[in-house]
């Protein structure tokens, strides 16, 4: 699966800048910005909760959440570590956690919807096997216990993506299929916005949550996309749909 002979974009910045471009996704897009710490108390001042990540890489690896709590001290989460300290500790301990070598961007940090207790994601996924981008699969991702990333990975668990979105809407399903169409129509519009600059993709994975006001945001969008997760279906149409479609992309 990682011979992929097609356009991949590895920065989550560029693919951002192109977005936000384009005003019909731009409502959906965290706010994003470049690590430094001034930025970071900015946001956390302004959202509670800010995530920090490399700017390229995958997998949630190097992953870090800071959120203020109530008792005047900050959470600091990454994948295996989680900390309570007062606000004039928090960039030192970001610093240690952070590599040197590599950039790091911050996102505003979403409150996600959560089902059985844990948050989850969707991830939307795209292909483009002739002139238009096809969505072949929609599936949920409840994050591990404990943990602050969604990624199957680490542990993230699949999940039927409507049963979610009934799960949150308390089983209405007009405003299930609501979201559905909204979800389905905005990765469609972010497809044909990145292909209008890079115009070697094929295919994509969109990363898209929903907050506990039902809004829906999208953090970021893969060109190397990992599709294992649809295997774990109860249905696998989707799985094989997706598998098929990406052999015959990788042939030519």
Not at 38 to 66: C, Q, W, Y
Not at 139 to 144: E, F, G, Q, V
Not at 165 to 184: H, R
Request: proline content about 5%.
């Amino acid at each position: 699966m990682d011979a992929r002979p097609y356009q991949q974009i590895a920065s989550k910045t560029l693919k951002t800048w192109v977005l936000q471009k384009n005003e019909a996704i731009r409502a959906y897009l965290p706010e994003t910005h470049w690590y430094h710490p001034e930025t970071l108390n900015l946001m956390l001042d302004k959202h509670g909760s800010v995530f920090i990540k490399p700017d390229k890489g995958g997998g949630g690896r190097g992953a870090i959440r800071i959120e203020k709590r109530s008792n005047q001290k900050v959470e600091c989460r990454s994948l295996n570590e989680r900390i309570l300290l007062p606000p004039e500790q928090i960039i030192g301990w970001i610093e240690r956690r952070l590599n040197p070598t590599k950039k790091y961007i911050m996102q505003q940090g979403i409150h996600l919807a959560t089902i059985k207790g844990r948050p989850f994601d969707l991830r939307i996924f795209l292909q483009k096997p002739r002139q238009e981008w096809e969505v072949n699969g929609i599936c949920a991702k409840l994050a591990s216990p404990g943990k602050i990333v969604t990624n199957y990975s680490k542990g993230g668990q699949p999940y039927e993506a409507y049963k979610a979105l009934l799960g949150i809407t308390s089983q209405d399903k007009k405003k299930a299929k609501e979201i559905f169409v909204e979800l389905y129509c905005l990765s469609k519009e972010i497809a044909k916005t990145l292909n209008s600059r890079f115009s070697g993709l094929k295919e994509l994975g969109i990363d898209a949550g929903i907050d506990k006001q039902l809004r829906i945001w999208i953090f970021e969008v893969n060109t190397k996309p990992n599709f294992k997760m649809f295997r774990y279906l109860p249905d696998r149409r989707m799985f094989m749909r997706i598998y098929q479609t990406h052999r015959k992309l990788c042939e030519r």
